[in-house]
């Protein structure tokens, strides 16, 4: 178990019931951090069957583990609402120690040939998978330099931020340049004793890998089925034989998160059960 009473975590993009942001601030919470948890909206996935309701039920696991949490409604990749997502971090806590800035856009319009492209598709991938990333560790940084006590930043990147993919052009952008902030940022703060490092999931089974499935599917094939299909298909190409799962992107965090890291910054750490190897 990694030690975290007393550490207050922001995770971002946080209110998907089978999401890496809410794997990850249920883990920390399990260590012991207090949180505070974000998403666009209340409920990014609504109409879920199962009666999830986003940041509430998550506010309501957080809780049910023993944790103090708040949640916070805004975009991350506009300025003005991530400062206030820190400031009420600060003013309900009094201090902030961890982010995580896992947010990220649906996939979309984007899945296509750069040829394809049309340049607000473009845009939108970018805003929120690079711009958001960089306000949200801007914003962050700025309190913990402050501070003066030190912290973690965690940047989620991708097997797409390593190496590109066809009709991925404007995501591989956006996590190649995540990992290319992450680098800078971990020489930058190294001298406050910040550490910052980026986790690089491949395929993870998620809503979002479901929605991309039901997206994709050929026409008379259920997106439930094709997103089986799938996941069978990519864990036959992974060498420990299955694709990642929520937790093991949230026990990637929880250790970096932790004082077991502290040796560790600017790193992109692959978590593709050895598909990706650098």
């Given at each position: 178990m990694y030690k975290l009473e007393g550490k207050v975590a922001l995770v971002t993009g946080a209110g998907g019931e089978h999401g890496i942001g809410r794997a990850i601030a249920t883990r920390l919470a399990a260590e012991g951090a207090d949180l505070v948890v974000n998403d666009v909206v209340e409920n990014p996935y609504a109409g879920n069957a199962s009666g999830w309701r986003g940041l509430p039920s998550l506010v309501r696991q957080i809780e049910g583990l023993g944790r103090q949490v708040l949640s916070v409604v805004a975009d991350v990749s506009v300025a003005a609402q991530v400062e206030v997502i820190v400031?009420?971090?600060?003013?309900?806590?009094?201090?902030?120690?961890?982010?995580?800035?896992?947010?990220?856009?649906?996939?979309?319009?984007?899945?296509?040939?750069?040829?394809?492209l049309e340049?607000?598709?473009?845009?939108?991938?970018?805003?929120v998978n690079g711009k958001g990333v960089f306000l949200s560790c801007r914003a962050v940084a700025r309190q913990l330099i402050a501070q003066g006590q030190g912290g973690k930043i965690i940047t989620l990147s991708s097997s797409a931020g390593k190496q590109g993919y066809a009709r991925f052009g404007a995501?591989?952008?956006?996590?190649?340049?995540?990992?290319?902030?992450?680098?800078?940022?971990?020489?930058e703060l190294a001298p406050h004793h910040i550490n910052v490092n980026a986790i690089?999931?491949?395929?993870?089974?998620t809503e979002r890998t479901a929605y991309i499935a039901a997206m994709l599917a050929p026409d008379g094939v259920k997106g439930e089925e094709y997103h089986r299909e799938m996941l069978r298909q990519k864990a036959e190409l992974?060498?420990?034989g299955r694709v990642?799962?929520?937790?093991?992107?949230?026990?990637?965090?929880?250790?970096?998160a932790?004082?077991?890291?502290?040796?560790?910054?600017?790193l992109a750490i692959s978590v593709s059960g050895g598909l990706v190897m650098h």
């Open positions: 400031q009420q971090a600060v003013a309900r806590f009094g201090h902030l120690d961890i982010l995580v800035a896992n947010a990220g856009s649906r996939p979309g319009r984007d899945r296509v040939e750069v040829v394809d340049e607000e598709d473009w845009d939108l991938v970018q805003r995501y591989c952008a956006s996590k190649f340049a995540v990992i290319g902030l992450t680098q800078c940022l971990a020489l690089c999931p491949d395929t993870v089974d992974i060498p420990l990642a799962t929520i937790e093991d992107i949230a026990r990637t965090a929880a250790f970096l932790s004082a077991e890291s502290d040796f560790l910054t600017g």
